[in-house]
């Protein structure tokens, strides 16, 4: 007989007899097998009617089967919240591990964080550096659950790479770093930063000049600073565009601060081409403190931070605090620097319900100094190098009379500035995994400074001491809305945000006058109106191993000076792909485009330069822990300008050429003992410009190889500090480097002992009293008595030893 074999997928137990002519048998099939049915030739006939039929019901049955399969595979999402046991703070970054699956994820910056899992129960590990792990068992049905941390020791065990973390390696590093080593100045928290060197030439009260991946930034014209979301950076600054004076803030304040190198990250518009650079002050503290500090050259400081609401306050999530701190120190210089400045902040949180979270916080800042400035190396010593008409390098022999060091050649030279902050946000926790932040800012800020570093070169009878002076006020506004979006086993999270500020100043004012403050001539004058409005969008998808984040921002600007008004528009597209093989490595990949405003007078002006020039970059890098107590970081990295310039100190801005450079960043963290600890940060950097010739190529001071490390420790008694070098090479001191900018290496010691109710320690800067200079930059000066200019380097010598003395008090 003629058999016919028809494959029908069938699910579950069914009669064989549903088909005409079948024998009278059960069969029992798998759910997802193909099944053979024998049908003899008398059947046939029906068979098309009846295979319908069945179909049917098989159809029935495989909706059923879907159903209970999904059923059985479905994904329980568990939400929580992990805060700080004693101030009641979210802790961001903590990681979140599941004990059954081994799926982890870390916190946002409001301590929420979310898993996908198919158990209705799990026992969840949270940990994060500072804090002791907690193991906690907790149900899907609970709406969330907050989890409270205690402060511990610092374990490197408990730093995780996790395939969710992007761009999380650098606050990594942060935390640890902050963690570990006392901070008492704005100074320490910057240099926190590794690879990021920071100088001082013109007294203590101006913002320092800042260097990073192979970029003489100024005084911030290529790195976002932030504070709590409020730009530092001042744009069209008479000084330096970009002039980021971080002198305001507190450093006990600081809860927490983040970096990014590069321009990768949609959050952050003009100014982040080298990177960005972001400090968070505490919504609440953990102790009240008050101390006093004393040491060489006459310095000594006052600081205090105090809780108004105490912890039943805390209980209910609202709190309140002041912090003021005082400096004064006339400096190693022979003409003492009368260096003063004064800082007020406070802070107000109140949690709003469950899910509304408002901040107030308000902050004044005023800062005088008398500066000695830059010093012609001829001044000090003979046979130094300068430069003649023909670009060639000669040697000169010193002047007459040689001064110190640390001496003086104009002692006209100073300044005082001012700041007032306002800042007002609210984060909001919307309904289906929606969140929301507004914030609105206010400054109010004054800068008044004498300089003269070229003494006599443009005037040889008053000399060429110049006045720069700006009154500004500054508005803005950020917002964001983000949403967290469960694709299956894969997490996009999307967030869009609007960025704006207007900044205006009263009189932009830059003057020639004689040492006694009398109006000689008129360089620039005039007021500045200008705005910066940008949005953007970002997408970040997290599946398996892989993480993917794109965005772009469109930023629109409004330059108005002598009513004169110029605009442009900039794209900035963004992507950044991770990849994390395991526990112990995970790779990533950044690439975008970044840029930095030039000022509204050259903007207006468009004398050669361009109002918007644009940073090109990639990233290669990878996070490695091929130990439990080990954590290294390290990336290959270019960055392409459109167009390099700078705002020099006599106040002219001079336009360069396109610019590329390329590098190399590594950062290594290993717990040598559970109480010593120690880092090593290694910069490399080939910064070129790509239009010149190979031997006029050179960019000025920019750093080429820098290094930074130390080893610090924490014993259960009560002692801890730790002991730390910073190292520049020497770099090209022009673009032909035929000066050198000398490289210098400095050690500082810092030993603290703390007990819970008092602290006493002692901070050496320079402990092995280095000879070296902390800024040189080439400059044609003439000494009064001089026949005629001479182009060289000038410096303003380094800190000799120096000792200070600190006790403060808790309560």
Known sequence: ??????????????????????????????SSSAHLVCVNNTSCYDFKYQLMHSLKKTACAVVLFITGTIAVHAQNIYKGKVIDQTTRQPVEYAGVSSGITGKTTATDKYGNFQLSLPADSTMLTISYVGYNAAQVKIKSSVKRTVIPLDRGAINLDEVVISPDLNNNSFHTLSGLDLNLRPVNSSQDLMRLVPGLFIAQHMGGGKAEQIFLRGFDADHGTDINVSVDGMPVNMVSHIHGQGYADLHFLIPETVSTFDYGKGPYYTGYGDLNTAGYLTYN???????????????????????????????????????????????????PFKLPEHYKRTNLFGKYSKQLGDNNKLSLSASTFSTSWTASGEIPERAVASNTTAIDDNGNPIKIPAITNPI?????????????????????????????????????????????????STFFAEDSLNGDLRQQHEIRDMFGYNGKLAKQSYLGKSILTSAVGLNSRFDQTHGTDYTHVT???????????????????????????????WLINAGARVDYFNFNFHDSTETSVVVSPKVNVQYTANKQVQFYLKAGKGFHSNSAIAAVGNNGLETIPAAYGADLGLNWK?????????????????????????????????????????????????????????????????????????????????????????????????????????RPGNNTNTLTANGYYVTDLKVNYTQKRYEVGLSIENLFNTKWNEFESETVSRLRGEPAPVDQMSFTPGTPFFAKLRVAVFF
Not at 281 to 308: C, H, I, P, W
Not at 309 to 331: F, H, M, R, V, W
Not at 516 to 543: A, K, M, P, W
Not at 674 to 681: Q, V
């Open 515 to 545: 040492a006694q403050d009398q109006f000689l001539e008129e360089i620039t004058h005039g007021d500045i109106r200008q705005n910066n409005t940008g949005v953007y969008l970002d997408e970040t998808l997290e599946s398996g191993k």
């Open 1 to 30: 007989m003629m058999r016919k074999f028809i494959a029908v997928p069938i699910i579950g137990r069914i009669k064989v007899n549903e088909f005409k002519g079948f024998s009278q048998t059960n069969m029992q099939i798998a």
């Open 626 to 730: 091929p130990i439990p107590h080990l954590y290294i970081n390290a990336a290959l990295w270019y960055l392409y300008l459109q167009q390099e310039f700078v705002y020099t100190d006599d106040g002219d801005i001079e336009p360069g050429g396109k610019t590329k450079r390329e590098g190399v960043d590594l950062s290594a963290r290993y717990q040598i003992a559970k109480w010593l600890f120690a880092d090593l940060n290694v910069n490399l950097a080939h910064p070129r410009m790509t239009d010149s010739a190979k031997n006029t190529g050179y960019l000025a001071l920019a750093p080429t190889f820098t290094s930074t490390g130390g080893l610090d420790f924490k014993f259960e008694n009560g002692i801890n500090g730790g002991i730390s070098y910073r190292y520049m090479h020497s």
């Open 281 to 331: 002050t505490k919504d609440a503290l953990d102790k009240s403190m008050v101390s006093v500090e004393g040491g060489q050259f006459n310095s000594y400081r006052f600081a205090g931070v105090v809780d108004l609401l105490g912890s039943k306050a805390k209980q209910k999530g609202e709190n309140a605090y002041i912090a003021g701190e005082y400096n004064y120190t006339d400096g």
């Open 404 to 452: 110190d060091r640390f001496g003086t050649i104009d002692s006209a030279q100073g300044g005082r500035s001012t700041r007032v902050n306002a800042i007002a946000k609210l984060t909001s926790n919307l309904k289906n995994n929606w969140n929301m932040e507004n914030q609105l800012y206010y400054t109010h800020y004054t800068f008044n400074l004498h300089f003269n």
